[in-house]
């Protein structure tokens, strides 16, 4: 353990010299991956506190949205890391030689609260402005050679999504009529996610997904990072907090990625991604079902597509 926590701060802070753990805490949070906090002591006496995160042999790919461990390590030193953003600070990665699984080594944060802990009017028109300020500075860098580990979403990505919740709540359309004919309505509707210029998102920019502290945002579990339509994290940031909170997003976002005004596109591509957002957990899994994990993502996915004018 010590080991692997020399060698992580080593190649990204410069700190060498021995390390002495103190203390291990688990994480009180569930998380896909092991995580905990550790307490070491360095060469100098001084005192690190680090929020571990472990590969640990485990994998959560759904359908292609996530990555593991190793990709999230590469989010941060290659992506986050350069950016002028509050993040939590890379401490950094290791890749254990034994068993070749990664360690991803932060700033804890413990003082932070979860976004779904804040008052909807505070935390969330700051979160829409952080990552609409993300998808603005990210915008440019999507064709660096450095970036290209990222995934990319295309049309097939985006039908996969409607075509398995189809499937998975093929019991459900007696009940749900307007079902199929929207999951299948929806694959004419992805162009506009694939139309104008791409950014860098997180893919699941969860409010549970976003620390705040102090009236600052720190987006944390970047395993679905990826290339694709910035409108996707606002879909999914906004979900279910009402329209008045989605306005006050929508409003927030807006004015931080286009100053001079949105793209004459925007709104349809938003609600093609508010769309998605329903289709995304929808058509992850089977079990437990559809209608005993979210039944009111079936009426969130209806006024989306009578608003739409798709059923």
Known sequence: MACGIESALASQTGLSGPVTIVTRQPNAYE????????????????????????????????HGARGNVS?????????????????????????????????????PLEDCLRLSKVDGHVGLPRAASWIGRFHRIQEPH???????????????????????????TRELHDSYPWL?????RFEDEVGPLLS??????????????????????????????AIASGELDLAILADRWGEQNFQLCRRAYCQERWPEGPPVDFDRKLGAARLYAQFRWLGETRDPPAHERAPWRFDELRQQAEEMQLI
């Open 31 to 62: 998380t896909t991956f092991p995580t905990e906090f550790v307490t070491c002591r360095l060469e100098d006496g001084t005192s690190l506190r680090l929020f571990c995160k472990y590969q640990a042999g485990r994998s959560h790919e759904a």
């Open 71 to 107: 990709y999230e390590c590469q989010v941060y030193s290659r992506m986050l890391e350069p950016r002028h953003l509050s993040r939590p600070k890379l401490y950094g990665v290791h890749q254990d030689p034994s068993t070749g699984q990664a360690w991803l080594l932060l700033e």
């Open 142 to 168: 999507v064709d660096d050679d450095s970036l290209q580990f990222l995934k990319r979403y295309d049309a097939e990505y985006y039908v996969g999504w409607s075509r398995r919740t189809r499937e998975h």
């Open 180 to 184: 199929p004919q929207l999951c299948d």
């Open 196 to 225: 104008g210029p791409p950014t860098i998102i997180h893919g699941e920019y969860t409010p549970n997904n976003i620390l705040y502290r102090r009236r600052r945002i720190y987006p944390v579990d970047w395993e679905s990072a």
